[in-house]
């Protein structure tokens, strides 16, 4: 669903307020594991999927769902903003934005696909691949993933993001490495589920930054000990 961390809210028609629905399954739930009752949802597909933009439950067998097809786009760069497109772009390009944890300084990169022809239903888990170098010894890098169209309310509109602090790129079971300034480096950072629909005529955006405000613990970029 659209909450995080069992949080609800009267975001929807107030029929489908997630709250209820979701205490009426913990109780089943329980009620089954500690007192041995019958529950329905011993016979249910195990994946409850909350689509944002239909406002309707999807149930399916397995996670990600089998009807999804993967698609992949790429960040193809254009003035003033950049492109979200299925072919890749023609030339090696470098785009720089900039975080200076000295002023508050940030800026970012923007990429947004055409608009829609139809309805796109996005469905599972994304990844977004990054080539990146930096003046400093480490750095953050987000990848944001938005709605830059149509209605703004919680229940239409998305923000969901990765995130990765470059000196952990190598995952927990490597060691921590810092950057050599200026030498090109890989992420890979990792969405959380997604199930929202992209009406026609809208549009989808990322966008790339080294700061973010709320997000994680503010990096000197000098590589000193957390």
Same mark, same amino acid.
């Given at each position: 669903?659209?909450?995080?961390h069992?949080?609800?809210g ?17 109780d ?15 016979? =249910? ?28 786009? +790429? ?5 003033? =903003? ?22 508050? =300084? ?7 696909? =055409? ?57 927990e ?16 950072l ?5 199930? +929202? ?30």
């Open positions: 669903g659209w909450w995080s069992g949080q609800s009267p975001y929807l028609d107030p029929v489908k307020v997630m709250q209820p629905y979701l205490r009426e399954r913990y089943a739930y329980l009620a089954h594991a500690l007192k041995d009752e019958s529950s329905p949802l011993v016979d =249910e597909p195990p994946v409850h999927v909350f689509a944002q933009g239909r406002n309707e439950w999807i149930t399916a067998p397995r996670w990600p769902l089998r009807e999804v097809t993967p698609r992949t786009l +790429h960040l193809v760069p254009g003035t003033p =903003e950049g492109q979200l497109a299925s072919a890749a772009p023609t030339a090696n390009v470098s785009l720089t934005f900039r975080t200076d944890p000295a002023s508050a =300084e940030h800026s970012g990169l923007a990429f947004y696909t =055409e608009k829609l022809d139809a309805d796109l239903q996005l469905m599972g888990p994304i990844v977004v691949h990054l080539t990146l170098a930096s003046q400093a010894r480490d750095m953050d890098v987000y990848a944001v993933l938005f709605r830059p169209d149509g209605p703004t309310t919680p229940d239409a509109g998305f923000n969901l993001f990765g995130a990765m602090r470059a000196r952990y790129r190598g995952g079971a490597v060691p921590v490495s810092l950057l050599n300034p200026g030498e090109p480096f890989k992420v890979k990792k969405f959380g589920p997604l199930g +929202h629909r992209i009406k026609a005529g809208e549009r989808l955006g990322l966008w790339i930054t080294g700061a973010l405000p709320g997000g994680a613990v503010a990096n000197s970029q000098a590589g000193a000990p957390i």
